[in-house]
């Protein structure tokens, strides 16, 4: 129940140990052609570069900025928790000239904020956290791309903590990339990053690709130089578009995984999985304050699967969690930064957004902070779920 890699769904687990099959094998394309359907549903768009990345997010994250981002172009990261820097850092390293603007932790942007910062800035890409674990916030993105538009700047948002979980339309909102991860609402293990690309934000990759030539007839790469081969984006989509071009060994058990986590979030409907999360995810806020502690930031704009809660004063967090991971085999996450020994955050996501979890959790966290000498309220915690979910009828 920590803020993820969380446990994977049953059926993701079992779908990757089905055999294995070689990458050209006409079984893969369909599997493959199948994966970038079922991912159009999980983010909402009509894309047809709709892919997967092998790799943890990060790789999705590290392959949407260098393939967009030409050294020396202006990159706009408005950063409100750690992921915000992560993506300040790999634009750097992707040679962009970037402009950070920071928000408090616990706080998300305004829509005026970042209007503003466009304009000063006018940049070629916009790199924006959805959902940032390290704090719990959810940026709200509706309403962004019409402010790049009016500056030429494409967007990109990194939403492997809140896709599925949290409502995210790539078309409705204009987001030119976006990436994720499985192992948070997804309900898979790491290890794949799902993507999609806008038209133009294809046209905009595509123009930057080099090899073919180099390759083929053993003239120098022409053109500006995508600084990855293994992240090249305009490679990826040759390999995964109709000239299925060779590029890596595909990760087939990942590829098992990735496409069983869109069809259990399919099958059960983004809307619903969406409100699933939002459900367990209340119960547990409720359940925390029931028991007597305070919620930490902007709780407005908190995703619907981590909640971050103040540890007592006078309570070991780290000690806490370890009786917690010791008697009750639960894990509950620390948190980093100017948060660390201030909040342990709760998930509430994937295959763990279900009742039993929640309430196992509070029952547990109530035993562990009385044997603590913190001062609990007795029952408080499942109670106060109880009720939102007899609310919810
Ligand atoms: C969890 C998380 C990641 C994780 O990246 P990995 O490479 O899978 O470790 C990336 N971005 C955000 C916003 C996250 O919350």
């Known amino acids: 129940m920590g803020p993820g890699p969380v446990n994977a769904d049953p059926r993701v687990l079992r779908a990757m140990s089905a055999p294995l099959i070689g990458q050209y094998d006409p079984a893969m394309t369909g599997y493959m052609n199948e994966v970038m359907a079922l991912y159009r549903g999980v983010f909402c768009t009509s894309n047809e570069a709709t892919l997967l990345v092998d790799g ?24 409100f928790g750690r992921f915000g820097h992560l993506l300040k850092e790999i634009a750097e390293r992707a040679g962009g000239e970037v402009v950070v603007i920071e928000k408090e932790w616990g706080q998300v942007f305004t829509l005026a904020e970042l209007d503003a910062a466009l304009a000063a800035h006018r940049p070629r890409l916009l790199a924006l956290v959805q959902g940032d674990t390290s704090t719990t916030m ?56 799902p993507i999609t690309l806008s038209e133009k934000a294809v046209e905009v990759i595509g123009a930057r690709r080099h ?20 992240l090249d984006l305009a490679m990826i989509l040759d390999y995964w578009g109709p000239k299925r071009l060779n590029h890596h060994t595909e990760a087939t058990s990942m590829l098992y995984a990735a496409r069983e986590c869109a069809r259990l ?11 699933r999360h939002r459900l367990h995810g209340t119960a547990m806020t409720a359940g925390l304050q ?16 981590v909640v971050a809660v103040h540890i007592p004063e006078g309570v070991n967090g780290e000690a806490v969690r370890s009786a917690l991971l010791n008697d009750y085999s639960i894990e509950i996450g620390t948190s980093f930064g100017p948060l660390h020994g201030v909040v342990w955050r709760i998930g509430v996501m994937g295959y763990n957004a279900r009742k039993d979890a929640v309430l196992l959790t509070l029952a547990a966290l109530e035993q562990v902070l009385r044997a603590a000498g913190a001062p609990v309220t007795a029952g408080g915690g499942v109670g106060a779920a109880l009720e939102v979910y007899e609310a919810a009828g």
């Open 56 to 79: 943890t997010s990060r790789a999705g994250i590290e392959a949407a900025i260098v393939s967009l981002v030409e050294p020396g172009e202006k990159v706009l990261v408005p950063v």
């Open 138 to 193: 959810n940026q709200p993105l509706e309403g962004i791309a019409a402010l790049c538009n009016k500056h030429g700047t494409l967007f990109y948002t990194d939403a492997t903590a809140s896709l599925g979980g949290n409502e995210f339309l790539a078309d409705a909102w204009g987001v030119d990339a976006a990436t994720a991860g499985l192992q948070k609402c997804l309900g898979g293990p790491s290890g794949s990053a």
């Open 211 to 230: 090899v073919e030539a180099g390759i083929d007839d053993g003239s120098a790469p022409r053109g500006i130089r995508i600084a990855s081969n293994y």
């Open 265 to 275: 979030l399919v099958g059960e409907g983004i809307p619903e999985a969406v409100a």
């Open 290 to 305: 029931g028991l007597g502690l305070q919620l930490f930031g902007d709780q407005a704009h908190r995703m619907n699967n």
